[in-house]
């Protein structure tokens, strides 16, 4: 059980252009989902905690206009890059909990890479 | 803010050392999670830790809660190869925080065989 996806596995986009990625859970109902950035070979850092039915919360220096996140159900959360540019090029990875203290689990990411 | 503080951040061993990979922090977490993380995917649990003292086993991997729930430590016996991969330990904290985890910077464990 506790199995995350994510879509796609990989996308490349020209800069300018929005890109959204997918998380779902599958086989649970999760009411947080959180996206996190990953750059190579280091940690995950925070993006932002998407709560079913309300809006994200976004850690400091994450711009929201640029990092669209929708929460639609208990089993899905959208992160949409906006007018996305090289540096936005990352690992980005989601990941979902069942209850406020719960584990967390996490999908393969989504490897973005701007041109 | 929580930090989590992870050392080292590179290690490099032969096939059949021992190491310990340590976090520590002065912020006291409700729990503590160990994951591991292959290039190209997502990191995988690997335990979670919530008593004080606690010590956890997973086959050749040891892990070990502080008594004050401030740090952590992760022990593998006789390493391989299939061992290498970045090792991350996230605390959980509590209160106005959600639920947030509070990653530590990151072990990157190469075995060599």
């Known amino acids: 059980g506790a199995v995350v996806s994510q879509h796609p596995s990989r996308v490349i986009c020209k800069s300018g252009t929005s890109v959204k990625i997918e998380c779902r859970s599958l086989?649970?109902?999760?009411?947080?989902m959180f996206w996190y950035r990953q750059f190579p070979k280091q940690s995950l850092m925070l993006m932002a905690t998407?709560?079913?039915?309300?809006?994200?919360?976004?850690e400091q220096g994450v711009e929201k206009d640029k990092f669209l996140i929708n929460h639609a159900s208990l089993t899905l959360s959208t992160l949409t890059v906006t007018s996305a540019h090289p540096e936005d090029s990352s690992f980005y990875i989601c990941?979902?909990?069942?209850?406020?203290?719960?584990?967390?689990?996490f999908g393969p990411g989504t490897r973005l890479t701007v041109t | 803010t929580q930090l989590l503080e992870q050392s080292p951040q590179f290690l490099s061993i032969q096939e059949g050392e021992n190491l310990t990979v340590y976090c520590n922090s002065s912020s006291v977490f409700s729990s503590l999670q160990w994951y591991r993380q292959e290039p190209g995917e997502g990191p995988v649990l690997l335990v979670t830790v919530v008593t004080g003292g606690e010590v956890k086993k997973l086959k050749r991997l040891t892990f070990q809660f502080g008594d004050a729930r401030k740090d952590s430590s992760l022990h593998i016996t006789a390493a391989q190869p299939g061992d290498t991969g970045l090792y991350l330990c996230a605390g959980l904290a509590g209160g106005t925080s959600y639920g947030k985890l509070t990653f530590g910077q990151g072990t990157i464990l190469t075995v060599h065989p």
């Open positions: 998407s709560n079913e039915g309300s809006k994200a919360t976004y």
């Open positions: 086989d649970f109902q999760a009411t947080t």
């Open positions: 990941s979902a909990r069942l209850a406020l203290m719960a584990e967390q689990y």
